[in-house]
């Protein structure tokens, strides 16, 4: 489900953001700042591993700040629109389709930082699931390197169903796009997991024709002090949340 949501998305992706190229450059500067505020290295650039990393929103970023990412995503399609955005930016990013819990066993490892951002850990549906990625990530890390993750704080989010997200209007050439979440927990709105509709409502504005399309996903709206306990048992040290350094919350931790 996650990868055929991702492959339908990927040449809207960018609609998420009121201006993705500025996200782009603000988020890849965002991150370089706590990178080098938790693990300093007196601004040196880098070894960076992104293992969900979309169409490249925080890879390209980082990239253009001199940091060696390489990145890795389950969609291909997001993989093969991140190399077309790199080389209109003439950046050097080495994308590859992978499996987050096959990290380690794709990138090998060596790298300053793993990273996985926008709340993309909560596609994987179960604790297993998100301790195998975690291990994996962890592995890929030389001694001292760190990790970052960046998720929704569950606990903040209302629960129940026909919950409704918006994300607003964007105007791109000649078309005005509307988008909004739909969210339904499980068990009648008690649950831990939530199916998600993703709506794009597109109008032509010349010919007042509309076209509606809609993907779906499933997520586990884990919380932060969950993930944290998982970084703790995937090996990683010094774990916790960090608020206000990222439009999301960001969870670090540092293999020993």
């Keep these: 489900m996650t990868d055929n949501f991702y492959d339908t998305l990927a040449p809207l992706y960018h609609l998420i953001y009121p201006d993705w190229n500025e996200?782009?450059?603000a988020q890849g500067e965002r991150l370089s700042?706590?990178?080098?505020?938790?693990?300093?290295?007196?601004?040196?650039?880098r070894k960076v591993l992104d293992v969900s990393c979309g169409i490249g929103t925080q890879a390209l970023g980082l990239a253009a700040l001199g940091h060696g990412v390489t990145a890795s995503d389950l969609s291909a399609r997001e993989i093969e629109r991140a190399r077309s955005e790199a080389q209109a930016r003439r950046l050097d990013v080495a994308f590859s389709v992978c499996d987050m819990r096959e990290a380690h066993t794709h990138h090998g490892g060596g790298f300053d930082i793993v990273m996985s951002c926008d709340n993309s850990m909560p596609h994987l549906?179960?604790?297993?699931?998100?301790?195998?990625?975690?291990?994996?990530?962890?592995?890929?890390l030389r001694p001292g390197g760190g990790c970052v993750v960046s998720v929704r704080d569950y606990d903040s989010e209302a629960r129940g169903s026909n919950l409704v997200k918006h994300y607003g209007a964007r105007v791109?050439?000649?078309?005005r796009h509307v988008l909004f979440q739909v969210w339904d927990f499980d068990d009648g709105g008690r649950g831990a997991h939530y199916d998600l509709g993703f709506f794009f409502v597109t109008e032509d504005l010349a010919?007042?024709?509309?076209?509606t399309r809609v993907m779906r996903s499933r997520y586990y709206a884990v919380s932060t002090t969950r993930l944290c306990e998982l970084m703790r048992e995937a090996g990683l040290a010094q774990v916790r949340r960090i608020d206000d350094a990222f439009?999301?919350?960001v969870l670090v931790g540092t293999r020993p």
């Design 207 to 211: 010919t007042r024709e509309v076209r």
């Design 172 to 175: 791109e050439n000649g078309q």
């Design 247 to 249: 439009f999301q919350p």
């Design 33 to 45: 700042q706590l990178i080098e505020a938790e693990w300093p290295g007196q601004g040196k650039p």
């Design 125 to 140: 549906q179960t604790d297993d699931d998100l301790l195998t990625a975690l291990r994996q990530m962890t592995a890929c």
């Design 23 to 25: 996200s782009v450059r």
